[in-house]
């Protein structure tokens, strides 16, 4: 009699704190003693690991209360994954991952999260049917629908494995074109740019991108010929027709053809409907290179005002004092170089190299010929800036060049003496020999 009490109080505690655990609605069924007796008993078998059990008594719930709770699905395919891995005869074991898939779709029929459980079935479906061809198709449409989802409910390699079914296919033989192959990478790709946007960290979602590159190329011959023939017509019939836009810069960059005029025009029409600090930069490098610096400037600063991001605010600043300094315009490139360390400390050294370059080459510039002291303070005014920077073997070129100790006993002045620099430097130094 005791050991029935114990029993009854043992099993009502499991049934309250299976229930606790999950704070979805209980529909139980019109046999709700032997539902609740089931649903204790294959959760006392999952949490002991006896899958096979818990399988057993788990069938019960799913024959006669599939409305139950998400739970039984949710535990129901953790206990046919385990089993499916550890079966040793194939077909029992196809029969197990089948069943664990369809722990999935149950869970969507009776309940809603349905973005959630799609996108996790089709990452346990591309583990369990990658490698077989019949199953391609199915794969294909429920990745199609997983790729729709918001980025937030789609899991990272999912889209990996979306374009990796395609090159399955088109490699199989199957009726897969290239053009249905880039639509796809297309689409992967927006979803990756999403996420990076919606703040996930660029360096992990860039090297699922590289990935996703690899499978691109391997599937699809990307190269200029194929964008100049196939995409740069339309785009060049209808400069407004974004879609075609995306192909472009996506391909070229895929392909390494940034430096086609194609990509430049693409960029922009894709910048122009979605303005973005990443394209806003790629238009102002490219027009940097080609020598268009008032183009450049525009779009560095777009750029800048788009971005949050200071080490992007800082490598733009230093482009920025690059221009300005190929335009002659020294001053402006030292307040480049300060801004761009300012926003970004791990610049510091580039940025104080930077600046001591600038005095370094300001000699002929700045030299007045009455003083060899006061002319070669530009050079010290250099040396301290390479200090800064940490830049030993600057340093070594810049003391080359510091006034003799003849030149400074001859103009009467001391080591140690302050000095200012002339011309746009402005600095005020401390006399030193070389």
């Not at 992990?204 to 499978?215: A, H, P, Q, T, W």
Request: hydrophobic share 40%.
């Amino acid at each position: 009699m005791k050991l029935n009490v114990i029993f009854g109080l043992v099993f009502m505690l499991l049934v309250n704190m299976t229930q606790a655990q999950n704070g979805s609605k209980w529909n139980w069924p019109e046999d709700k003693q032997t539902a609740e007796r089931k649903n204790a008993l294959y959760g006392d078998y999952l949490k002991s690991e006896n899958y096979k059990a818990a399988a057993k008594e788990l069938q019960w719930l799913l024959k006669n209360a599939p409305d139950l709770n998400p739970s039984i699905y949710i535990n129901g395919a953790k206990i046919y994954e385990n089993l499916a891995e550890t079966e040793k005869d194939p077909k029992r074991q196809i029969v197990l991952e089948d069943s664990a898939l369809l722990m999935y779709d149950k869970r969507m029929e009776f309940f809603n999260n349905e973005d959630y459980v799609r996108d996790r079935k089709a990452y346990l479906a591309y583990k369990y049917k990658n490698d077989n061809p019949e199953s391609y198709e199915n794969l294909l449409v429920l990745y199609k629908k997983v790729m729709e989802q918001p980025v937030n409910t789609i899991t990272d390699n999912n889209e990996l494995f979306y374009i990796d079914v395609a090159r399955r296919i088109k490699a199989g033989g199957g009726g897969m074109t290239d053009d249905q192959i880039l639509d796809i990478y297309e689409k992967v790709s927006s979803v990756l740019d999403a996420k990076i946007e919606a703040g996930k960290p660029a360096d992990k979602i860039n090297s699922l991108r590289e990935k996703v590159d690899g499978v691109l190329t391997g599937s699809v011959d990307i190269n200029c010929d194929f964008i100049d023939k196939n995409l740069a017509p339309k785009l060049r019939a209808n400069p407004t027709d974004v879609k075609t836009a995306n192909k472009i810069v996506t391909f070229s960059i895929a392909g390494k053809c940034t430096g086609e005029p194609i990509f430049l025009e693409a960029a922009e029409v894709v910048h122009r409907d979605k303005p973005n600090a990443g394209i806003a930069i790629v238009i102002a490098k490219k027009s940097m290179a080609d020598g268009d610096f008032d183009r450049a400037i525009e779009f560095f600063k777009e750029a800048s005002s788009l971005s949050d991001d200071n080490a992007k605010k800082g490598e733009i600043a230093m482009s920025l004092a690059e221009i300005a300094s190929r335009r002659g315009q020294k001053s402006a490139a030292r307040d480049y170089a300060r801004q761009a360390m300012a926003a970004d400390n791990s610049m510091t050294s580039q940025g104080y190299t930077f600046i001591g370059n600038l005095y370094f080459t300001s000699f002929d510039q700045c030299k007045g010929g009455q003083s060899m002291v006061q002319d070669r303070a530009v050079f010290i005014a250099a040396h301290e800036m390479y200090q800064k920077a940490g830049n030993s073997s600057s340093m070594a070129k810049a003391k080359e060049q510091f006034p003799s100790a003849e030149d400074i006993f001859n103009e009467t002045k001391q080591v140690g003496d302050a000095i200012t620099v002339s011309c746009w430097i402005g600095e005020t130094v401390t006399v030193q020999k070389r």
